[in-house]
């Protein structure tokens, strides 16, 4: 058999090649274009007033979104302190005791299927849930709406970090005559500590930049929150509204909250990755 | 490899009572496990019985009506339906292969160092916020897309009936774009997984009869990992049919069918965002949560064949490797 001439095999890989480059580039190009954006338009709105005055009706000078960035830090705490423990707990669950069984299975499939669900589609759930039975928007509701989203991320991290922790490990703390739970959350989780932070940290990331669940449940608010059972002024819906609206300084103060969100989100994610790395190496 | 359930506890180290601290732990955490099914579940009710009355008076009809007027309480979800799929489709046909070149450009092109920058930045591209991709794709994007990509498109596809109107900017083809962006790094990263994991003897042997690196992936790589591909596909579908507030700044939102891409269309996650607010009538807020259901149903469905997908790959590999 003659050999085929390689001259357009080679055009094809370089091609290939090229267009992989290009493609990967891209990517950064939309990352780098985003957050120049960002900053070129949110700094000048990021001044004292900003952090530190309520929001004031437009075309009056001096506004702030203290009253969003408090509350959607309080929106993100809360929902935090809901999904952790529930998530850890389902995370030991799946990693530890459930490996073979059918119900762990089909909580690892559901848990896999609610983190693909739509934000959106949570944010209706809870207000079914607790913004009709309940008789108003809350910022309880928001929290519960951002824990639903944050639980599955948390138990399958929980569950992928717990099953790197070798074996003999737990082996030699139940040979020593220690109880399961003792084993799994003095030892196994010891050694599985650096994993599950980058979990939680993960998880907070994806919630704190979160919209459309807001929108049906937290809602948003131009005053300082009072009550936990009120509509509560979160940073994102700000952005929504505002940026929607005709009004320049509105506008400039939404360019700002994104800036905020945007650079807490991606530190969250810069550190978490940062700390698994730490643990790998 | 033992699992540590197999460990035979001595019987004498065990308390045998039935309330024992570890009958009680091991209760807690199937509790917390079993939550999350019954949060699917409980959407699932929540959903339907607060559609119910829209569906009660519209029937199947619901689906297949174009008309959505507040005014006159007439709604139908077809000019959601195709907006969500439309712009899903614009998404999938650009990230998909973009996806995949990314992949092969991190796993076979790039040196670790450089790789490693790479992939981590464009995992970051998951991390930003959607309100962020639409306060982009609104004021900085939509323009861009108004000035350079449509009047360039127009002039040299305008005879095709996609590319043809005015160039707003705004519309189906810039969310459609916005979208791809957003769920490029999902499938990338399955996609990198993927073939990083062929075994390196199947690409050694395609090396060592003088394959060249795309031959390698379009001929062993991906036959080899496909299952995986096609999941990371589905993973990345579900993300851009769900995608609400980057495609509500951008999509236009207009209750109607139109053959170009350019004209403004909506989706069922933008009149979600959007007029939920507006749906003071009992029968508005139905229609809007029947649409919610109907995204439900359709995430749902690609999220189960993507996990089923994703968990042939990973059992396959758990025998060969």
Redesign the interface.
């Known amino acids: 058999m003659k050999p085929r001439p390689?001259t357009g095999?080679?055009i094809?890989?370089l091609l290939?090649?090229v267009?992989?480059?290009l493609?990967?580039s891209?990517?950064?190009i939309?990352?780098l274009?985003?957050t120049i954006?960002?900053a070129y338009?949110g700094i000048p709105a990021l001044n004292l007033d900003f952090f530190l005055n309520l929001p004031t009706p437009p075309m009056i000078p001096g506004g702030g979104l203290a009253n969003a960035i408090l509350g959607t830090l309080l929106l993100t705490v809360l929902a935090t302190v809901f999904a952790v423990?529930?998530?850890?707990?389902?995370g030991?669950?799946?990693g530890?005791?459930?490996?073979?069984s059918k119900?762990?299975d089909?909580?690892r499939?559901?848990?896999?299927?609610?983190t693909?669900?739509?934000?959106?589609?949570?944010g209706?759930?809870v207000y079914?849930?607790l913004v009709l039975t309940m008789g108003n928007f809350s910022g309880l509701a928001g929290a519960v709406a951002l824990a639903?989203i944050m639980?599955?991320v948390v138990?399958r991290t929980t569950e992928d970090m717990l099953r790197l922790v070798p074996?003999p490990l737990?082996?030699s703390a139940?040979a020593m005559?220690a109880?399961?739970?003792k084993v799994?959350l003095l030892i196994v989780f010891r050694a599985a500590r650096s994993g599950i932070i980058t979990g939680v940290l993960l998880g907070v990331?994806r919630v704190?930049?979160?919209?459309?669940p807001l929108?049906?449940t937290a809602l948003n608010s131009p005053y300082m929150m009072s009550s936990l059972l009120q509509p509560m002024p979160n940073l994102?819906v700000t952005?929504?509204n505002y940026?929607m609206s005709p009004y320049e300084d509105w506008q400039r103060l939404?360019?700002g909250a994104?800036l905020l969100?945007?650079a807490g989100?991606?530190v969250l994610?810069?550190l978490a990755?940062f700390i698994f790395g730490e643990r790998k190496s | 490899?033992?699992?540590?359930?197999d460990?035979v506890?001595p019987v004498a180290?065990r308390?045998r009572s039935l309330l024992?601290?570890?009958t009680v732990?091991?209760g807690?955490?199937?509790?917390?496990?079993?939550?999350?099914?019954i949060?699917?579940v409980?959407?699932f009710w929540?959903?339907l019985?607060?559609s119910w009355p829209a569906l009660m008076k519209f029937g199947w009809r619901f689906f297949v009506t174009e008309v959505w007027n507040p005014v006159t309480q007439q709604f139908g979800a077809a000019s959601s339906i195709y907006g969500t799929i439309v712009s899903t489709l614009i998404a999938m046909v650009l990230a998909v292969?973009?996806s995949i070149?990314?992949a092969?450009?991190?796993v076979e092109?790039?040196p670790p160092p450089v790789s490693k920058v790479?992939g981590?930045?464009?995992e970051?591209?998951a991390?930003?916020?959607?309100?962020?991709?639409?306060?982009?794709g609104?004021?900085?994007f939509a323009p861009f897309m108004a000035t350079y990509v449509q009047p360039f498109l127009g002039k040299y596809l305008g005879f095709l009936p996609l590319f043809s109107g005015p160039p707003m900017g705004i519309g189906m083809l810039t969310a459609g774009i916005i979208l791809a962006?957003m769920v490029?790094?999902f499938i990338?990263s399955i996609c990198r997984d993927v073939f990083a994991l062929v075994p390196a003897v199947l690409k050694e042997s395609g090396y060592g009869v003088?394959a060249?690196?795309?031959?390698v992936?379009y001929k062993i790589t991906i036959p080899y990992g496909i299952v995986g591909v096609l999941g990371g596909i589905f993973?990345g579908l579900?993300?851009a049919?769900?995608?609400?507030?980057a495609v509500?700044?951008v999509i236009g939102n207009t209750h109607k069918i139109s053959l170009s891409l350019f004209a403004p269309g909506n989706s069922i996650?933008s009149s979600?965002?959007n007029e939920?607010?507006e749906a003071t009538e009992p029968i508005y807020l139905s229609s809007l949560?029947a649409l919610?259901l109907v995204?439900?149903i359709f995430?749902?469905l690609?999220?189960?064949i993507?996990?089923i997908m994703l968990r042939r790959l990973y059992r396959g590999w758990s025998i060969k490797i």
């Open positions: 390689a095999r080679r094809l890989n290939v090649n267009v992989a480059s493609a990967a891209s990517g950064i939309v990352l274009w985003i954006i960002l338009k423990p529930i998530g850890l707990l389902a030991i669950c799946l530890e005791f459930g490996q073979q119900l762990a089909l909580c499939f559901a848990a896999n299927v609610l693909g669900m739509p934000s959106i589609i949570v209706i759930f079914g849930l639903i639980l599955p138990a074996d737990r082996e139940l005559g109880p399961r739970w799994t990331a704190s930049g979160e919209t459309a929108l049906f994102t952005i929504f940026a939404a360019w994104s969100i945007t989100v991606l994610n810069i990755r | 490899m033992p699992q540590a359930k460990v506890v180290v308390n024992n601290a570890d732990f091991k807690l955490t199937v509790a917390a496990a079993v939550v999350v099914p949060i699917i409980g959407i929540e959903l019985s607060l292969p973009m070149v990314i092969l450009f991190l092109l790039a790479v981590n930045l464009i970051l591209l991390a930003i916020p959607s309100i962020i991709y639409g306060m982009w609104l004021f900085i962006f490029l790094p990338t003088g060249t690196t795309w031959e992936t993973l579900g993300r049919l769900g995608e609400t507030m509500t700044f996650a979600l965002a939920f607010a949560i919610g995204l439900f995430t749902f690609v999220q189960v993507s996990q």
